[in-house]
T-cell receptor
């Protein structure tokens, strides 16, 4: 079955700790994205990558970091510098290296930082 | 920056009723997308629209890409309890200086059996 997997589903961390969220896809998609979702708001773009070893900041990149060492993997690290890290994090992917193709989403990871 | 105004914010309807929701913007989009999200899950693509004026159906769902390219609507006919969820519109801009997917704030749909 082709798809996007995110793990874990729920993640709890203490304030001041870095945490890495996993995103893997076996759709052979070139582009991958990370979004953050807060209650009552639309999705906001954190980072995106259109090819391996290259990535770009989105609208709210501060306090986050990513890597793209493999086509199928795009992990997101939430650092201690992120002021409000508690949120629902969604990974997406799309075919091709431009923005013209539809994005498909994973099931999400809910991060709670106390 | 670009914004999408999605309405209504929420709808509480009886099973069997038809539903209509829409998104408007001051910006022009190349593509309009409609997603459905259930609690604790990622958005699932329902319909993609690629041309101004395009009308596309997916079962009981029908969506249209507005002629001005600044709006889109989604209709659900004969609603059923499993239609419950949050419906998001998203506008895709590409090919120029700005490339991005912009999301509306969602319409919460509750269906009473």
């Amino acid at each position: 079955d082709g798809g996007i997997t995110q793990s874990p589903k729920y993640l709890f961390r203490k304030e001041g700790q870095n945490v890495t969220l996993s995103c893997e896809q076996n759709l052979n998609h070139d582009a991958m994205y990370w979004y953050r979702q807060d209650p009552g708001q639309g999705l906001r773009l954190i980072y995106y990558s259109q090819i391996v070893n290259d990535f770009q900041k989105g609208d709210i990149a501060e306090g986050y970091s990513v890597s793209r060492e493999k086509k199928e993997s795009f992990p997101l690290t939430v650092t201690s510098a992120q002021k409000n890290p508690t949120a629902f994090y969604l990974c997406a992917s799309s075919m091709g290296t431009g923005w013209s193709t539809v994005q498909y989403f994973g099931p999400g990871t809910r991060l709670t930082v106390t | 920056g670009q914004q999408l105004n999605q309405s209504p914010q929420s709808m509480f309807i009886q099973e069997g009723e038809d539903v209509s929701m829409n998104c408007t913007s001051s910006s022009i989009f190349n593509t309009w997308l409609w997603y459905k999200q259930e609690p604790g899950e990622g958005p699932v693509l329902l319909i993609a629209l690629y041309k101004a004026g395009e009308l596309t159906s997916n079962g009981r769902l029908t969506a249209q890409f507005g002629i001005t390219r600044k709006d889109s609507f989604l209709n659900i006919s004969a609603s059923i309890p499993s239609d419950v969820g949050i419906y998001f519109c998203a506008g895709l801009i590409y090919g120029g200086a700005t490339n991005k997917l912009i999301f509306g704030t969602g319409t919460l749909l509750a269906v009473q059996p």
